[in-house]
């Protein structure tokens, strides 16, 4: 599967329209830790990962570090996509539910 930049942000740029159209311009988000699963086991699925070595991650982190790029104190890095990516997924579950 090869993903183009330009699909991914079109649809990234029509999901949150939607959202600013159906009237949600903040999300509140209560959870903050999370847990993760290192790369080398997120995409096995036929061996779990073992126990180990999963971690926490925390959203306010991740938040902190994307609203530093957003406010240019912070230059952007690819590994910021997985900061977002967490971030996405939690607002994902919060309106769905």
């Known amino acids: 599967?090869?993903?183009q930049l330009s699909d991914l942000r079109r649809t990234v740029n029509a999901l949150f329209d939607h959202l600013e159209r159906?009237?949600?311009?903040?999300?509140?988000v209560t959870e903050d830790f999370y847990w993760n699963i290192p790369?080398?086991?997120l995409y096995s699925v036929y061996a779990p990962p073992p126990e180990?070595?999963?971690t926490m991650?925390?959203?306010?982190?991740d938040w902190t570090e994307v609203a530093k790029i957003a406010?240019?104190?912070r230059p952007p890095t690819a590994y910021a996509l997985?900061?977002?990516s967490s971030l996405l997924r939690v607002i994902g579950s919060k309106l769905i539910s």
């Open 1 to 3: 599967m090869k993903i």
């Open 22 to 28: 159906t009237g949600r311009t903040e999300i509140e």
């Open 39 to 41: 790369e080398k086991h």
């Open 52 to 54: 180990s070595e999963l």
């Open 57 to 61: 991650g925390q959203l306010s982190d």
């Open 71 to 73: 406010s240019g104190q």
């Open 82 to 84: 997985v900061w977002l």
